[in-house]
């Protein structure tokens, strides 16, 4: 064996060991964790201020902790939502909530303003402090949670039996690989995704849904929606009272439908070019022979999002005008403010994740769940496990669970060339990304946009979605909605509780900041979807047209892609 095979050989070692501890740690690198650790431990050590206030902390703070016993509801530890009980007013539980808050309060401090960290070492240790604060939260224990004390007093330990139940059925399907409990009542294409429509077009990638129209004539130009493809398309083709798709074929227009194959081993060499080339511009090229001289209303969602604003600036700089519009669903094209994900996108979890996909081809988002859900921690782990494991409750399941655990996977190459590329290097916003050989710009686009954020948004937060200001050239629409990614874009008209901050800023204006821009935005109640509705006819031809028949149809929506497992 000569030098270059043994070192070969040796890179194949790392690649394999690396792959096996990434399913152990569901993707995460140990090895960036512990870099942060060392980085604030040494960095703490050389700030004996820091050391010293922290050493002060109880003598400081005493008198806020007898204020806050004492103090009426609402100033204490009840405007937190994992002590909302009134059970929790009562000795000795306000004294577990109040020394609890402390005891965060003060790894808070512990964790930042460490002189000489770096942002991101400090992010990821006051991350990782947080997680195990929520862990040890009084109100995930039988013993410290007066709800749960008295529960399992009042039913002799019921509660924990059946809870026990509860997690052994979990454990079971998760290991089996089915769906969690009570998702078996949601089915694909009889209570999911149930749009009558037809799949028009088909290759190696994608399956291209054509909806059938609702109304006897039709606005001029198609709708064309890229969804993400880390999860299926029917985020927005759910029930039929929350689906957009739905609503939007009800107001008269024609819609398109990107679905995405859930890729295997076979296509672990399919690239970032592949899904602009097989994706979004073979739709748009189906489109366009089916409207000739007809614009397109091109729309993505998440993942989706970032692809139509790829693929609009790769047209715009070839001087393709086939598109008449860009609309962007919790979107980001710019990745220098993507929030506590960045946490987990650091050059050692990109090499640790390349190596995982290098062996099996793709990333399975199941390998990536916990990251996501350590980023809500209190709603997606421990208040589950508190109402399903030690309550003994099971929470009601509802179209969007079902949605949520019905997962796919990601092209090894694919997905590293995304977190490399755009998440870790933001080659995108800054110019130097590649479509095909040739460099694309954002500033290129200047067709009209309309951006929508959410407010609670923990993978695409809306300050940096809000960055879209900064990256093309024509009028933007940006709209600020109530709820989460998911929730915040499935937001039909008649949703209780909903508003959205909407504002647009002309092409001429000044930018504003995202401070600036909220005070400045109109707040409206009730949802997005129906200013989106009339700026889509704002930039519509005024003219209406019969709907387009079906010609040759490859079968009935939802297709085949969506059910692959």
């Known amino acids: ?221 198609p709708i064309l929606i890229l969804p993400a493809w880390i999860m299926k398309y029917y985020i927005l083709d759910l029930s039929p009272h929350n689906s957009l798709v739905r609503w939007l074929v009800e107001q008269g227009h024609t819609v398109y439908m990107v679905s995405w194959k859930n890729p295997g081993w076979e296509d672990r060499n399919l690239g970032m070019d592949d899904y602009y080339r097989l994706g979004a511009m073979a739709a748009i090229d189906f489109v366009a022979r089916e409207f000739p001289a007809i614009k397109i209303h091109l729309t993505g969602y998440c993942l989706g999002g970032t692809l139509a604003l790829i693929t609009a600036a790769a047209m715009a700089g070839a001087g393709d005008n086939r598109l008449q519009s860009l609309t962007l669903l919790a979107a980001q094209g710019d990745f220098t403010e993507a929030g506590e994900l960045e946490l987990f996108v650091t050059p050692s979890e990109v090499a640790f994740l390349k190596n995982m996909m290098e062996v099996q081809g793709y990333l399975d988002t199941k390998q990536m769940a916990g990251a996501f859900q350590m980023l809500r921690s209190y709603d997606l782990i421990w208040s589950k496990a508190v109402n399903d494991y030690l309550e003994g409750r099971r929470r009601d399941t509802f179209d969007l669970t079902a949605w949520n655990a019905d997962t796919t996977r990601m092209p090894g190459r694919m997905h590293g060339e995304y977190l490399e590329k755009l998440f870790l290097h933001n080659d995108f916003a800054e110019g130097r990304y590649m479509v095909e050989g040739r460099s694309v710009a954002p500033e290129n686009i200047r067709v009209p946009v309309f951006s929508v954020s959410t407010e609670k948004d923990h993978v695409a937060p809306w300050r940096s979605v809000h960055k879209i200001h900064l990256m093309v050239s024509g009028d933007v629409v940006f709209v600020l909605t109530a709820g989460g990614h998911n929730a915040g874009i499935v937001s039909e008209p008649g949703h209780e509780g909903r508003y959205y901050h909407i504002h647009e800023r002309k092409a001429d204006t000044p930018y504003e900041s995202p401070d600036r821009w909220l005070a400045s935005a109109k707040k409206e109640a009730g949802s997005w979807w129906e200013s989106w509705h009339s700026w889509l006819n704002q930039h519509s031809v005024n003219k209406r047209i019969p709907p387009l028949p079906f010609k040759k149809t490859l079968g009935p929506a939802p297709g085949t892609f969506i059910l692959q497992k």
């Open 1 to 221: 064996m000569d030098k270059e095979e043994s070192a070969i050989y040796f890179r194949h070692m790392d690649t394999f060991w690396q792959a096996g501890l990434a399913r152990l740690t569901m993707g995460i690198s140990p090895a960036g964790a512990s870099g942060a650790l060392f980085s604030w431990v040494s960095h703490l050590a050389q700030a004996p201020g820091k050391i010293a206030e922290m050493m002060a902390y109880p003598l400081l703070h005493t008198h806020d902790f007898a204020h806050r016993m004492s103090c009426e509801r609402g100033e204490s530890c009840a405007a937190d939502p994992r002590f909302r009980s009134e059970s929790w007013d009562a000795w000795p539980w306000r004294f577990y909530a109040e020394s609890f808050l402390q005891m965060e309060d003060w790894w808070k401090r512990a964790t930042t303003d460490v002189s000489g960290m770096s942002e991101r070492a400090e992010r990821v240790v006051s991350f990782s402090a947080r997680q195990v604060m929520d862990a040890l939260c009084p109100a995930n224990f039988p013993a410290t949670n007066p709800v749960l004390f008295s529960e399992t007093l009042n039913s002799g330990g019921q509660n924990l039996v059946n809870g026990a139940r509860n997690a052994y059925v979990d454990m079971q399907r998760f290991i089996t690989g089915e769906a969690p409990a009570g998702d078996e009542k949601f089915k694909t294409g009889k209570n999911l995704a149930v749009t009558p429509g037809e799949i028009v077009f088909r290759n190696e990638l994608i399956e291209l849904i054509r909806y059938t129209p609702q109304t006897e004539t039709v606005y001029a130009e």
